[in-house]
C-alpha cells in the first residue's frame, strides 16, 4: 500500500528556507503523480505544487511561483519541496499526496482527484514575521 512520510517542517522567519521531504514506499514511484497541499488554520487545504515522477512536468499555485521547487528523487523515492523567500502567508500543515498516474500525464493541482488519494500524516511550517 501507499505510504508517505512528510519531513522537514518547522519554524522560519519570513524571507527565510525550508526543504520538505516526502519518503515514498508501496508503490512504483515512476506511476504516480505527486503534490504538496497545505492547509492553514480555517483553510481548505490547496495545492502547492505537483509533478509526475516520471518526466518534468510540474504545476505550482500561482502565490508560489519562483519561490518553492518541487523535484522528484528517483533513486530514493522520495519528492521535495524547496521553499525559498517564505511569507507569514505559507504558514500551515503541508501536505504529500500520491496520485496513480499511469499513463504518464499530471493532473492539474484543482483536480479533485488528489483529495481521494493517499495522503501523508502532514508536516507543520510556521512562518513568522
Known amino acids: 500500500e501507499v505510504h508517505l512520510v512528510e519531513s522537514g517542517g518547522g519554524l522560519v522567519q519570513a524571507g527565510g528556507s525550508l526543504r520538505l521531504s516526502c519518503a515514498a514506499s508501496?508503490?512504483?514511484?515512476?506511476?504516480?503523480?505527486m503534490g504538496w497541499f497545505r492547509q492553514a488554520p480555517l483553510k481548505e487545504r490547496e495545492g502547492v505544487a505537483a509533478?509526475?515522477?516520471?518526466?518534468?512536468?510540474?504545476y505550482y499555485l500561482d502565490s508560489v511561483k519562483g519561490r518553492f521547487t518541487i523535484s522528484s528523487d528517483n533513486a530514493q523515492n522520495t519528492v521535495y519541496l524547496q521553499m525559498n523567500n517564505l511569507k507569514p502567508e505559507d504558514t500551515g500543515v503541508y501536505y504529500c499526496?500520491?496520485?496513480?498516474?499511469?499513463?504518464?500525464?499530471?493532473?492539474?493541482?484543482?483536480?479533485?482527484?488528489?483529495?481521494?488519494?493517499?495522503w501523508g500524516q502532514g508536516t507543520q511550517v510556521t512562518v513568522s514575521s
Open positions: 508501496g508503490f512504483t514511484f515512476g506511476d504516480y503523480a
Open positions: 499526496v500520491a496520485v496513480s498516474r499511469p499513463m504518464k500525464t499530471l493532473i492539474k493541482l484543482t483536480d479533485r482527484a488528489w483529495f481521494f488519494a493517499p
Open positions: 509533478i509526475h515522477n516520471s518526466g518534468a512536468s510540474t
